[in-house]
């Protein structure tokens, strides 16, 4: 397998990593990543569409081989900043994107902030923060108090031996083949002095921030993206249908895609089907 070039850039204090496939002078391609996960979980797609693009995958901050962020605090916008401050420092006027999950809001929150900079973007499963309760602005401070001193009091679990890291993410992910299984758990996890195993992820980005966007405010933004979009969903992943809830209407140029029977994970479920599909709409 080819292998992508790990660098470096920094954005607000933090040293953040990308994987670089090279072909620098095809259209380029970001790959964003989901919650507790990183950017060699693109792989499958990044050999296949190096050909065709400068393809880049992010370990966004907190994740993968980039830095944690100071305090466990990591609201949405702070994610956006940084792929933004990445397309500054690169200085990439206009790039594609296919992003899964949390990574798939950052992204369309970047859309709908620098509408000049997206062309075309497929958005994975990239709804749901949109649509999860706000508690009161009190309550949701204590929470996320309350669950960083639990999470902190907490010693980080650790594994005695790789294949037992590989069996917890089996467990988690029953749908991987072993292949797949194999490859997010070797690019997820880092070995310490002592011989354990720990996963890279820093567990506090899954906090609920009292720093949230409403639904109103991210619908506003996405009201501002002018790129075709496609909203790929998998039917068994129980995420919302932005066709049933009518969202699709925030969009001014958006299709839906749903994918039968594909769960949370759309790109390691149904990953040749969802490849054909997303380089189709990418080529304008």
Not at 45 to 71: M, T
Not at 126 to 131: I, S, V, W
Not at 135 to 148: D, F, G, N, Y
Not at 252 to 263: K, L, Q, S, T
Request: hydrophobic share 40%; glycine share 8%.
């Amino acid at each position: 397998m080819v292998e992508p070039v790990s660098r470096s850039f920094i954005s607000q204090g933090l040293r953040l990593n990308v994987w670089d496939w090279g072909n620098e002078n095809a259209p380029p391609l970001l790959l964003v990543h989901g919650g507790l996960d990183h950017g060699r979980s693109w792989d499958y797609f990044a050999q296949r569409l190096q050909g065709e693009y400068h393809v880049i995958s992010f370990d966004l901050r907190g994740h993968g081989d980039s830095d944690w962020a100071p305090g466990s605090s990591y609201p949405l916008p702070d994610f956006v900043a940084d792929v933004a401050n990445f397309l500054f420092q690169e200085k990439i006027e206009r790039t594609k994107i296919i992003a899964h999950s949390m990574g798939g809001a950052i992204s369309l929150l970047l859309a709908g902030t620098f509408p000049q900079m997206v062309t075309r973007m497929v958005v994975i499963e990239g709804l749901r923060p949109a649509a999860m309760k706000i508690a009161s602005v009190p309550e949701q401070m204590k929470l996320w108090i309350e669950k960083i001193r639990s999470n902190n009091a907490r010693a980080p679990r650790g594994y005695a031996t790789f294949d037992d890291a590989l069996a917890r993410m089996r467990e988690a992910h029953p749908r991987l083949t072993a292949e797949q299984a194999l490859h997010l758990t070797k690019h997820g996890v880092k070995q310490l002095p002592d011989g354990s195993w720990f996963w890279k992820s820093d567990i506090n980005t899954m906090l609920r921030t009292p720093y949230r966007l409403s639904f109103e405010e991210h619908a506003s933004i996405w009201k501002q993206i002018e790129c075709p979009v496609m909203l790929v969903r998998g039917t068994a992943s129980g995420r919302p249908d932005p066709a049933g809830n009518n969202w699709i209407s925030y969009f001014r140029n958006a299709v839906i895609h749903d994918v039968e029977g594909a769960d949370h994970w759309v790109q390691h479920d149904e990953p040749d089907a969802l490849l054909a599909t997303a380089r189709a709409f990418l080529r304008d």
